[in-house]
């Protein structure tokens, strides 16, 4: 049996016991570098936000009356809740009570990161380059998000960056409309990519779920 790829273990020490409904549950599921490589994407857009608040112009720009969008968002807020929902209940059905509490985070997850590494061709297992050249694409989507969410952090400190902004002009509103958009955009970024990857060697083994 190929021992477990240092770009699948968890973030905790294994053997320990989990508990469905616990924090530390979740975060023995996530697999460090995949949460590693989201994170830096977030901290490189913080980054990036604070050079572009640095920059700002003095000259304030004027709001311009129904740039905010608020229609397209409260259609964007109720597809996010029906996502939720569908997919909170999907996800029960499939993954039983057993599965643990990653659900929504289950892309950073440790069988996800085992999907990747057979992809990639650690183990006994050849690289699969078209399957990697399909979801890069969609990877690249999903890291992205990351970035800009962290790009509105500190970016949305200029007034400027919200003002015509959907959502703005107010920090707010332009963070939480911004991160709406942001959660749909990687949510189906990460479907995609659950449809592209190989099943990891456990699920192929036995009947357990495809991602997280």
Not at 11 to 32: F, Y
Not at 108 to 116: N, S
Not at 192 to 200: E, H, M, N, V
Request: proline content about 6%; hydrophobic content about 50%.
């Amino acid at each position: 049996m190929q021992p477990q790829s240092q770009f699948t273990q968890s973030t905790t020490q294994p053997g320990r016991v989990q508990d469905d409904a616990s924090t530390p549950a979740a975060a023995s599921q996530l697999s460090g570098p995949l949460t590693a490589l989201a994170g830096s994407a977030f901290v490189s857009g913080i980054s990036y936000g604070i050079l572009e608040f640095l920059q700002r112009s003095p000259v304030r720009h004027k709001h311009v009356a129904g740039s905010a969008a608020w229609g397209p968002q409260l259609a964007a807020a109720l597809a996010v809740i029906m996502v939720v929902s569908v997919g909170w209940a999907r996800y029960r059905r499939r993954s039983g009570s057993g599965s643990g509490p990653l659900w929504l985070l289950a892309p950073l997850g440790t069988r996800a990161a085992a999907r990747v590494a057979r992809a990639f061709g650690f183990g006994s297992e050849s690289v699969q380059l078209a399957r990697l050249f399909l979801a890069l694409p969609a990877a690249a989507l999903f890291l992205f998000c990351f970035w800009r969410a962290g790009v509105q952090v500190t970016g949305g400190l200029d007034p400027n960056f919200t003002v015509n902004a959907w959502g703005g002009p107010s920090y707010a509103g332009a963070m939480i409309c911004h991160y709406l958009d942001l959660f749909l955009i990687a949510g189906g970024a990460a479907w995609l990519i659950d449809r592209i990857l190989p099943a990891s060697l456990a699920a192929v083994r036995g009947p357990m779920t495809r991602l997280g």
